[in-house]
């Protein structure tokens, strides 16, 4: 395995939409800094924006402010977030919009000037470039790029992050990046639980299914505090085409409606414990109609006239080809669409699942800060959102590492990685990484409230779950890999084992149901706000791989 060592100033891991705009307000401030991005895919069609959007889901309209758009986040995740960080996300939402506008992003307006909203709080764009607008930025502003390498571990010094190990994917390359400071702003975590699909279609999912959560993992193995794993998110998709129903209800008008054709959400309205809460709401009562015998449930979209159902073609064509294909292929005249939750994922952008944070993006470990889908604590982000948190981030490290020098890194640090990322390619029998991968998915799904189960969850199951996934740690070692794409598939698989056994840890310390769906404990159904009006952080043993658990209240305190 070649070593190529490399030295920047500011490391950023992930060319995401975070990712981007940290490099870009980086250099912007400091134009002779040198940054470097380091991205698994391609920066130009990476991550969950690669097929574009064709909404920006966190804006403040006239009307709204920092604090209205603070008490919304509050009442959806019912009281338990973090403040601090949800205001500073919304007081920059407006300014880093126009500025990627100004980039280049096509946003849709009014005859009055004013942007197009799309619902309370959302914009409509034009948004198919989305990601090579953000890397076409990332190059005007000289910011290097290292393309197609896996990140596979931080590196530390006296407790101190110093740099990350790197996998080139396609040469096997190890890369050994020093840095002054490193800002973490990778995916969430897809493809710990059972997909809806199998075989060839198993990544026809919501999220990318290459987000496999690496940025929480190589986290997790160096010591960092994280926050609400047990806050998993699942969506409300139309089924097989995994389509925003977001996109169906708000720009369209759609209805949710039961096999009869009957509306459904007032009724679970009045007694639902999440009344005032939109998005666990629609997933809730879809779940509880198709236990009730009257699924499937579907978006109904027939009340649309022609022109209308036009403009929706060409809305889709932005962010969900293949549901415009579908849609395309109704010559019946019925333009209902069965929806399904999708299985459980585990992202900071939507979630409250991620590092711990200061307001200024400071994960708990010197030297290394967090922005985006992997910074916890603050959901209902989205892309504005990460924009915002990339920016802080990055005024921050630029405080901090103007003044450091680059550390060394002995050579038996080096040696260890390049051992264990090397192991799976040694000649000999072993198991391969998707057999592995499957089983951890079906361990996630039967006994960690996956889709099967209807994401429920007990003591029980999750006790025997932590067990199983303990046996499949231990078989790593045994991981075969015959050439580069499966090492990395390794890499990968190790990384969502390790994901996958503190959310477990984490769903079992939680006993109420917070979060219905994503988090319902039918041996603890109800809210418990005398108890656990407060979060749940972890952090797991550098040495020994062990979990532990604290507690965090409200105002970030033990």
């Not at 924006?49 to 758009?69: D, F």
């Not at 059972?194 to 993992?217: D, E, F, I, Q």
């Amino acid at each position: 395995m070649e070593i190529v060592r490399k030295d920047t100033d500011l490391l950023i891991i992930g060319g995401g939409a975070a990712g981007c705009f940290a490099a870009v307000e980086a250099k912007t401030q400091s134009p002779k800094l040198r940054c470097l991005i380091i991205e698994k895919a391609h920066i130009d069609r990476s991550g969950c924006l690669a097929m574009g959007l064709n909404a920006i889901n966190a804006y403040l309209h006239p009307g709204e402010s920092p604090e209205s758009y603070l008490n919304h986040v509050k009442q959806e995740f019912m009281g338990l977030v973090r403040e601090d960080l949800v205001l500073s996300i919304a007081r920059g939402l407006n300014d880093t919009v126009k500025r990627v506008e100004q980039w280049g992003l096509p946003v849709e307006k009014g005859t009055d000037g004013n942007y197009k909203p799309r619902g309370r709080r959302a914009i409509r764009i034009i948004g198919e470039r989305l990601k090579p607008i953000l890397a076409e930025a990332v190059r005007r502003h000289r910011v290097e790029v290292l393309n197609r390498v896996a990140v596979t571990n931080l590196i530390l010094k006296e407790g101190k992050v110093v740099g990350a190990f790197g996998l080139g994917v396609r040469d096997g390359t190890l890369y050994v990046i020093r840095a002054k400071g490193v800002i973490i702003a990778t995916g969430g975590a897809s493809g710990l639980y059972k997909p809806p699909n199998p075989g060839s279609a198993r990544h026809l999912m919501w999220y990318c299914p290459w987000n496999v959560g690496t940025g929480y993992a190589i986290g997790l193995r160096a010591g960092a505090e994280m926050t609400s794993f047990e806050n998993r998110f699942i969506a409300l998709r139309v089924k097989d085409v995994q389509a925003p129903t977001g996109t169906l209800a708000l720009g369209a008008g759609a209805r949710q409606v039961n096999a009869k054709g009957e509306p459904y959400l007032e009724k679970y309205h009045k007694d639902s414990p999440v009344k005032d809460s939109p998005t666990y709401f629609r997933l809730l009562s879809t779940v509880l109609e198709n236990q009730a015998g009257r699924g499937p449930c579907y978006l109904d979209l027939n009340h649309l006239d022609t022109q209308t159902l036009r403009q929706f073609k060409e809305d889709l064509l932005n962010m969900s080809p293949s549901m415009l294909l579908m849609l395309s292929s109704r010559d019946n005249g019925d333009y209902r669409f069965e929806i399904t939750g999708s299985e459980p994922y585990v992202v900071g952008g939507h979630g409250e699942a991620g590092y711990w944070v200061d307001v200024e993006r400071r994960t708990t470990l010197q030297g290394l800060y967090a922005a985006g889908d992997v910074a916890g604590g603050a959901p209902k982000k989205y892309v504005s959102g990460c924009w915002v948190e990339g920016q802080i981030a990055a005024r921050t490290a630029l405080k901090e590492i103007n003044n450091n020098p680059l550390p060394s890194i002995e050579e038996g640090t080096v040696k260890k990685e390049q051992v264990r990322v090397s192991m799976p390619l040694k000649d000999r029998k072993g198991v391969p990484p998707q057999e592995m991968e499957e089983r951890l998915q079906k361990i996630m799904d039967e006994y960690a409230g996956g889709l099967s189960t209807q994401y429920e969850l007990n003591e029980e199951k999750l006790r025997v779950g932590r067990a199983l996934l303990k046996d499949l740690k231990a078989v790593v070692p045994n991981l075969e890999a015959k050439n580069h794409h499966e090492l990395v598939s390794c890499m990968e698989v190790v990384d969502r084992i390790d994901v996958a056994r503190v959310v477990v840890e984490h769903l079992l310390y939680r006993k109420e149901t917070r979060w219905p769906c994503s988090q319902s404990r039918i041996d603890y159904p109800k809210r418990d706000d005398a108890h656990w009006l407060k979060f749940v952080n972890s952090v797991m043993d550098v040495d020994t791989g062990e979990i532990q658990i604290l507690e965090k209240g409200l105002n970030g305190k033990d």
